[in-house]
């Protein structure tokens, strides 16, 4: 049976595959390295916060939010934990925190997959998302295309035929994300 | 074949061009981006655009039989016929430039003359097609030819006749606003030196592409990497790509266009195969068989000696 996907293995698949590798197919132990506490405190944060602020930057003027909420879908086999959703009159739109000032493609994916999934749990279209990039106090809109809702469901089977193959990925494009990767030192070819 | 109609124009300027730079598209995936990860080639295979953006054959093995084994497909039969039609389309529109560059506005009758008696020649019996194929292209190549000189002298006119001070050269890219087999160098991007669009719109721009088959979600590919070694060539966006279809219906021409954005996704997937099948060239990974290889698969003999 097709194991359960985390919304994040698609982060994580676009930034390494091999990290889905060690989490699924030779399940290692992994240390915390300092930029991911920095990240989880940044995350706590923004939310202790964002309960307070009101909702100018993503240009929307009323609305309710909900936290942390946890989502699942059979369908997808996916299942996920969303920073935040908000509830407007026009749509209900997820938002992902990221402690970083650029938009990475790999983030995009994972909010349109939890995108995906608040569909399928309000069973009503969700049209896109916000990144919220914390440096910047910056709301970025991604919105979910046809196209980007069809690679998003592309990468979950990718994910699942290297779970399925069992088979050691070669090295990621970018070989500097090995610098400060949790797993470096279970990749014997990385120097 | 590459001039938009009212409805395709509004539908560009209403929702293609506002909505392509409203969606926007990853730094990293920008074709000027083309030394670093991902766009930076991994492997050093040199491949054709079209061996890229080709997914003709689902496992990739035509790639590796071409530049491994080094064995040449046997061109099939709508493949003979897209590249005949092509270059008449190609010869038409640039018969027509030249004509407007040697006759002058001045004499804009012997324009239109010299469009008018443009015919093609019948397909040269090296194309390998029978008397009944060779007669039937024949007679696509003459409706193309009809439907595009129609189009060419109206537009011809119209300019004509809303520029009463036009010079020659204004008159050859208002009337015909699309540069044909545009040149490109895709080393940038580990492609060949030696592409070519089917046309390309600077206004816009967008990248065009030809077809005279039938719509496949793949062809989309070759546009994004069009647009991908030109942003690479001249760091200006690229954000829009069209696809013309031309279907031959009895003596009438019907034409398609898919008209559609660049966006990250159609990018990410050029990368994937692109790095996909340089690896099996730079590595000589044979990728197998696919489960269903078409029957018209120039290396079907190759594959499927038996079948």
Redesign the interface.
Known sequence: MDPVLKVSDIKQYLYCPRIIYFTYVLPVEKKTTPKMEIGKEEHLKTARLEGRRRLRAYGLTEGERFFNTYLFSPRLGLEGVLDMYLAVPRGSFPVDFKNTC????NH?YQLLAYALLLEDQLGRPVRGGFIYLIPLGRAVYV?A?P??R??TKRLLGAIRGLIGQEQFPSLP??AGRCADCEYRNYCGDVG | MYFLADDERKQLLRYYLPKARELGVAEELRGWNWHQPPLEPVYGAVLALYEVAGRYCPSGRDVFLRRVQGIRGEPNLAMIQGAVLHDILADLLVAAKRAIYLYGTGNYRAICEALEKYAPAPPLPSTGLSEAEAADLLGKMEILCSFERARVLSRLQEVLARHPYIGEDSLANLTIPVVLEQKLNGAFLGLSGNLSTDAFIFSEPMILDLKFGEPRDFHRLGTTGYALVMEALYEFPVNLGCIVYGEFRGDRLIVKRDIHIISDELRQWFIEERDEKARFVAEEIDPGLAGDCPATCPFYRVCRPGG
């Open positions: 650029r938009l990475a493609v995009k919105e295309t196209e980007a069809l690679y494009r970018r």
